[in-house]
């Protein structure tokens, strides 16, 4: 259950323990699952660590697709336009923070792709090139 599933997430998270849905089920009494968790010992769940990135990032089958569309017959089909009113006092400062905090975050609105010969790339562009105009 998801209930389960979010146990185990927290128990992961703030105990650093590691603990199955099973043993949940295995130990229905708390102070049980307590001492189980006790004996476990530390979690030994390696952390999410980037990995080292090509020079040319090759694109996903999904993002070829769209560059093969867009040399083909251009891809104004897939932009999305949109435009925002927004109301009261603007604090620029605090909307440009905000902004550049999502842009840092997130690699995929600062990824262009690049052709080399008949070959196309992924370019992440750097975070700190970003700026609220």
């Not at 996903?60 to 867009?70: A, T």
């Not at 109301?87 to 840092?104: C, F, H, K, P, Y």
Request: net charge positive; glycine share 4%; with cysteine.
């Amino acid at each position: 259950s998801l209930i389960a599933t979010r146990v185990v997430s927290a128990v992961r998270k703030q105990l650093q323990r590691e603990l199955s849905i099973r043993d949940l089920f295995l130990y229905p009494v708390l102070k049980d699952l307590c001492g189980h968790i006790d004996a476990a010992g530390t979690s030994t769940t390696p952390s999410i660590v980037p990995g080292k990135r090509p020079a040319l990032v090759p694109l996903s089958f999904s993002q070829e697709r769209l560059w093969f569309i867009d040399r083909l017959q251009g891809s104004i089909n897939y932009h999305l336009p949109v435009v925002l009113r927004l109301q009261g006092n603007l604090d620029r400062t605090a909307l440009s923070t905000a902004l550049q905090m999502i842009v840092e975050r997130h690699e995929v609105l600062r990824t262009v792709i690049r052709e080399t010969g008949n070959t196309a790339y992924q370019e992440i562009l750097p975070a700190t090139d970003w700026r609220l105009s």
